[in-house]
């Protein structure tokens, strides 16, 4: 089984496909993957830790020593930093004290890279605590995951670890009044004999739906490009991306293929 595992918590910066020179945060354990998702494709490998607060977390003050120190070594090396990115090993979200991370490191990119960006990975499955959603309004690049159009598809893809309403997620999505960006992983596959394609009806045009309903100020669609923890998956060549791509565009909301 692929398993890939950050062993910092600021890291890089990495060219990310999507935004630029990346410096990665990991609020996260370096030995497990924590989240609330076990998806079928993530390069950190399968979501073997169930218990989610049973982990201790590092320190408000540890987070923002280890990014500050980051961007001090990346500013005197004149290392450019588009995007201060939370990513990590798992779902940045369930730390306890996200929305002060967020807080203290708001001042600290204005110091540094005030033209960086601030980005958050995330699976939206916290969106329901209030401090969270809250948070991630308060950033510029809220990038939040919708890879199925029905409650059976997320639980296929996604596998769920905790109880996730998919019509829960987008009603939440919907108060980002468009300050949000969704990002969509299509493939196809088969998982325990069930053979899934989630740009197929009807899964497809309800996504879509849900797409219009949310209309974030732009739609990021990519497919498998590393190692996954399942086998027998199906990635999406860039013909089918923009395929799919078109629909949303017809909506008029920006939409970037990977």
Known sequence: MPTFLWESIAFGPIHSRRLGQSLGVNLLP??????????????????????????????????????EHK????????????SITFSGNGEPTLHPYFDQIIDGLIPLRDKYYPHAVISCLSNATQLMRPEVCSALKRIENPILKLDAGNQEMLNLINGPVVSVDIQQIVKELCTFNGNVIIQTMFLSGEKDGVAFDNSQEPNFGQWLDFIQKIQPKKVMIYSLDRETPASQLH????????????????????????
Do not use: H, M
């Not at 830790?49 to 540890?62: D, G, I, M, N």
């Not at 961007?71 to 588009?82: F, I, M, R, W």
């Not at 791509?245 to 008029?252: D, E, P």
């Open 30 to 67: 370096t030995d497990v993957k924590i989240c609330s998702f076990d998806c079928l494709y993530c390069e950190c490998g399968w979501t073997l830790e169930k218990r989610l607060t049973a982990r201790e977390f590092y320190e408000v003050s540890t987070v923002l020593q280890a990014i």
């Open 71 to 82: 961007l001090q070594e990346c500013k005197n090396a004149g290392t450019p930093v588009d």
């Open 235 to 258: 990635q999406f060549d860039k013909a089918q991306l923009e395929v799919i791509a078109t629909s949303v565009r017809a909506l008029g909301i920006p939409t970037e293929t990977y």
